[in-house]
């Protein structure tokens, strides 16, 4: 059975559950068409993949999501062990075994994108006809530095609270959730519309984040502090995308450089967009992704 057939049978249920080390994950496939699935990785890590379902509207292919496991509508295991990097390059392994993808493009956000690349570092890149990084976390020390640079567009008062409450480890008082907020109506998410259902804070897993990021989105302090994967950014041998928003907290100006240390790749900044590039712009976000996968997928049949 190909991999195509593999997924209509299964996008004709939509939804499930899969079996991967430590307990089961929910996935959905959405949209429909003969091209190479797309696998979009969520953020986080604890994150979810509610929010991304408009990456479903993508032409011409079956879209996978899936809520990695300890978050959505996934299983909560509570072992702390599970939360690595290594554990969820094996989730990912096990989904696409599962669905029978021998052949996929594989799309990450934020986390995802962390994910996505050491996926591709670890596993290899067979089978994977394009890599999408969307705003992803590829260097730490660069997002750290990143978040530097816009939190000096915030009111001082606002950088005052931040340094002060990072210092004294209340990272959990009022002031600084609302100093917080402040820099994530800029960088993060900026059109405030009505979130998915499934999108209530209780869909996280404030746990995994903490332990692997640390309590807010420029203060890191977890197991991902001195994860940086740019140094093997040059052994990417395949098409690759750097996707970012005009706004984000991911800054054009880093993806730049990033996509001058990947052979070949291209890079997409997203009109009017934050970080959360699907709920900012849909449709500027869509046709990026569409224009890089057209294009991908044209150019072989062209050339026979």
Request: charged share 25%.
């Amino acid at each position: 059975m190909t991999a195509w057939l593999l997924l209509l049978l299964l996008a004709q249920q939509k939804e499930g559950f899969l079996n991967v080390p430590g307990g089961p994950v929910w996935y959905q496939i959405l949209g429909e068409g003969k091209g190479t699935p797309l696998v979009v990785l969520h953020g986080g890590p604890g994150g979810t993949s509610c929010g991304l379902e408009a990456a479903g509207t993508i032409a011409g292919r079956p879209v996978v999501l899936y809520d990695q496991l300890g978050s959505g509508r996934s299983g909560r295991p509570r072992d702390r062990k599970l939360w690595t990097v290594e554990h969820f390059v094996e989730e990912l392994h096990a989904v696409r075994q599962q669905l029978g993808l021998k052949k996929m493009h594989l799309m990450g956000h934020s986390w995802g994108g962390s994910l996505a690349m050491a996926y591709v570092l670890a596993k290899g890149s067979q089978g994977i006809e394009s890599l999408i990084l969307a705003s992803a976390l590829l260097s730490t020390k660069d997002w750290m530095a990143d978040a530097e640079v816009l939190k000096r567009q915030l009111p001082l008062d606002v950088q005052e609270a931040m340094r002060k409450h990072e210092a004294a480890g209340t990272t959990n008082s009022d002031e600084y959730r609302a100093a917080e907020l402040e820099y994530t109506k800029r960088f993060v998410r900026r059109v405030r519309g009505p979130r998915p259902a499934n999108c209530d804070d209780s869909a996280g897993n404030k746990v995994i984040y903490e332990q692997m990021w640390g309590p807010s989105e420029f203060f890191a302090t977890g197991s991902l502090k001195s994860f940086d994967v740019t140094p093997r950014l040059k052994e990417l041998k395949l098409p690759v995308l750097l996707m970012v928003g005009e706004f984000d907290e991911a800054r054009p100006e880093t993806a730049a450089r990033y996509q001058k240390m990947i052979p070949g790749a291209k890079m997409e900044v997203v009109p009017g967009a934050a970080h959360a590039l699907w709920s900012d712009n849909e449709k500027g976000t869509r046709e990026a992704v569409e224009r890089f996968l057209k294009g991908f997928e044209r150019g072989p049949r062209q050339k026979k």
